[in-house]
């Protein structure tokens, strides 16, 4: 099969809506499979779930959308999609730098813990308590974190869901 052949298939609706599917099937099993194993994530890694999640049902709406010929609302899937993924890569960034140190985290992940106003009340919130840093990354995958990858992950769905939907334009419609 030559490269072309297999870039219009990638780009055809249907399959890039597969394959963004298969990425956020894949994202949120990992993230599953990661705390199974203890690793809880913080706050941030939560909100960098959301447009995965989204994606479960934007990409089969979009997959059905261009398969019976409505292509304004495939559009409008991948789209949506492109948008969510692409401020999820800028989420990524910004969380990547919470971890570097450049940027200062939100307060309740990364900020200084509230003091209590005796070592038993301090001590009763650490047992109550269990706060994840987002400023101390507890994996690193290949020398990165998985904020790092969902920086390249995201941005590569995003920049797929945007081709389709350029794609598209260009050639009268989804597939």
Not at 42 to 61: D, I, N, S
Request: proline share 5%.
């Amino acid at each position: 099969m030559e490269w072309r052949s297999v870039v219009h298939c990638v780009f055809e609706p249907r399959n890039a809506s597969l394959l963004i599917l298969a990425a956020a099937v894949a994202a949120i099993g990992g993230a599953w499979a990661y705390e199974s194993l203890g690793y809880l994530p913080c706050e941030l890694c939560y909100k960098e779930r959301v447009p995965y999640y989204a994606a479960l049902a934007l990409a089969p709406l979009a997959a059905f959308a261009a398969q019976t010929g409505r292509s304004g609302m495939a559009r409008a899937a991948f789209l949506l999609m492109a948008l969510l993924f692409a401020g999820n890569a800028m989420l990524s960034i910004y969380h990547s730098g919470v971890e570097w140190k450049i940027f200062a985290g939100p307060s309740d992940c990364s900020g200084p813990l509230s003091t209590a106003p005796s070592v038993a009340d301090f001590m009763k919130q650490l047992q109550s308590v269990k706060v994840v840093r987002c400023d101390e990354p507890n994996l690193w995958i290949f020398g990165l974190t998985l904020a790092n990858w969902n920086v390249a992950i995201s941005a590569a769905l995003a920049a797929l869901a945007l081709l389709v939907v350029r794609r598209s334009s260009t050639h009268g419609g989804a597939q």
